[in-house]
């Protein structure tokens, strides 16, 4: 680093130690003096910032009780102009020091951005037509001992904002609106759902077997019981033994762990919601999901069309649907379906110069055509159907092609948003794919899944034919409110550790 630089840095650390002192000694003197902001257990507001500016005929004059964080102040001299921001937005308060009285006055102007306030007065229209608050009383409520990031320009550095979300939150309020469109999404789900006759249940986040997804899992240990736990990658073993059990429709909304890689649409935990129908097929789960979509970006912004990664995309129904194999030919111009042999398949493979699968079957040859060719081109939504066996553990074989699943996945601007199945219920395949994933688990796959002896037991009771649907709330927010990283919608998105 330049000399220059290396100054600035340090008198920048220095400037701040002295502002953290001077903060914790202005606080030092408040807890001397008696008056400690933080004995207070509670200020009781009449209104919020947006209240008064959407209601101001209605407001004026009134008296008024607000709360909330200090974000600039203006002196006057006998008179401070000061913006307070609550969780709605901000206002303008205007304090007088012939209204406060000199000792209360005095004591306002020792106060710092960011310190947490309430006050009191009336409604009014500055002269400059700014809506306002003319404060009679003010009381501090809480102390900010760390100063807020320089006003100009705010908190801009991406990867602090995401370790700091508070600040984040903070400094650019606009960020709160990705997280309200998230609730009022989930809010959306369960009513969907729950209008339909579904049940929400909750399933155990710790495992003694990792199943119901390819993925690497977490692992703990239990003391008491002294063996290793998973922690879940998947709810759907689980609720498909509530649907052996008789309750025919089930939804869980609920995180999921998984020890990957993180990117721009990966998280190593994330929340899903997972529901399962029974005597319906995929075909009913992707009316389902369609109509879920849609509604959704209908009813929470106002439209169909949303922007997302610098595409226009139309949600309005009516989404087309195409076989794993047909989107190959389209996109690629190689028919696997004519293919009767997997060294068919390889050779075409192997001219489309993919990386090539370990196991060079039909199936795993078509999924990375797909996988590695054609998924980056979907941008409007699409369903992809009808996805090879090996790639699909837990679905039924399609009746006509048993190489094949009644499996679909839905694609919307290269992500894949969803993924459904007609469920497999004959416990004797299913035990026999449990046993290859169990072949491939102890060649090396992490990914792999374990033999769940209990869920074959459950099958073998009988499970009637049922429909499943996984839906990843993460990527659907990030569709609704135009973000390009899993981030920006996690609140508290997992970071890699920095040492200071």
């Known amino acids: 680093m330049p000399e220059d630089n290396i100054m600035g840095a340090q008198q920048t650390d220095e400037s701040l130690s002295e502002i953290l002192k001077i903060r914790r000694e202005k606080l030092k003197k408040l807890q001397d003096d008696g008056r400690d902001p933080f004995q207070i257990t509670k200020y ?4 919020y910032s947006v209240d008064i500016k959407e209601n101001f005929e209605a407001m004026e004059n009134a008296e008024v009780s607000l709360a909330g964080r200090i974000m600039s102040k203006r002196d006057m001299g006998k008179a401070f102009f000061c913006d307070l921001q609550d969780s709605k937005g901000r206002i303008q308060l205007y304090i007088r020091v012939d209204e406060l009285g000199e000792e209360s006055y005095g004591e306002f102007k020792k106060w710092d951005i960011g310190d947490i306030i309430g006050a009191e007065g009336f409604v009014f229209r500055t ?15 809480a102390k900010s001992l760390q100063p807020l990031p320089e006003k100009f320009h705010g ?3 991406q990867e602090l904002r995401y370790r700091q979300r508070y600040v984040d939150l903070i400094m650019n309020p606009e960020v709160k609106r990705n997280f309200e469109i998230r609730s009022k999404f989930i809010k959306y789900v369960r009513d969907f759902l ?9 399933t155990p986040v710790l495992n003694t077997i990792s199943g119901g997804a390819s993925a690497r899992p977490f692992i703990t240990h239990h003391n008491t019981l002294n063996i290793d736990m998973y922690m879940r990658i998947a709810t759907e073993l689980h609720l498909k033994r509530l649907i052996v059990g008789g309750m025919e429709r089930v939804y869980e909304i609920g995180r ?3 020890n990957e890689g993180m990117d721009t649409k990966h998280n190593p935990e994330f929340t899903s919601v997972e529901l399962y129908q029974a005597y319906a097929d995929y075909n009913d789960m992707m009316d389902l999901f369609e109509s879920l979509l849609s509604s959704a970006a209908k009813d929470i912004l106002g439209t169909y069309e949303v922007e997302w990664q610098g595409n226009t995309i139309n949600l309005s129904p009516g989404w087309p649907r195409m076989t794993m194999a047909e989107a190959v030919k389209k996109y690629t111009g190689v028919d696997f379906m004519s293919f009767s042999s997997d060294e068919e398949a390889l050779e075409a493979a192997k001219s489309l110069k993919i ?12 999924f990375e055509c797909f996988d590695q060719l054609v998924e980056s081109k979907l941008i409007q939504p699409t369903f992809i159907i009808d996805h090879p066996v090996e790639v699909s553990p837990l679905a039924k074989r399609c009746p006509n092609d048993p190489r094949l699943t009644e499996r679909f996945e839905l694609f919307i601007c290269r992500s894949e948003m969803g993924n459904a199945f007609s469920e497999l219920n004959d416990p004797i395949d299913q035990k026999q794919r449990f046993r290859r994933q169990a072949e491939l688990r102890a060649s090396g796959d992490e990914e792999a899944g374990m033999m ?10 009988g499970m009637p034919p049922t429909g499943g649907l996984g839906i990843g709330i993460d990527r659907v927010v ?9 981030r920006d919608v996690i609140l508290f998105p997992t970071m890699k550790i920095v040492e200071e």
């Not at 306002?132 to 009381?139: F, N």
């Not at 990386?355 to 078509?366: A, Q, V």
């Not at 990030?478 to 899993?486: A, E």
């Open 127 to 141: 002269r400059r037509g700014e809506i306002s608050v003319h404060v009679k009383s003010v009381v501090l409520l």
């Open 194 to 202: 729950d209008n339909r006759g579904y049940i929400e249940v909750e």
């Open 452 to 461: 769940d002896n209990d869920f074959i037991n459950a099958l073998e009771y």
């Open 44 to 47: 009781e507001r009449t209104t």
């Open 478 to 486: 990030m569709l609704l409110t135009n973000s390009d990283s899993i």
């Open 256 to 258: 999921i762990f998984r």
């Open 355 to 366: 990386e090539l699968p370990k196991e060079k079957t039909w199936g795993n040859l078509l």
């Open 155 to 157: 908190l801009t550095n």
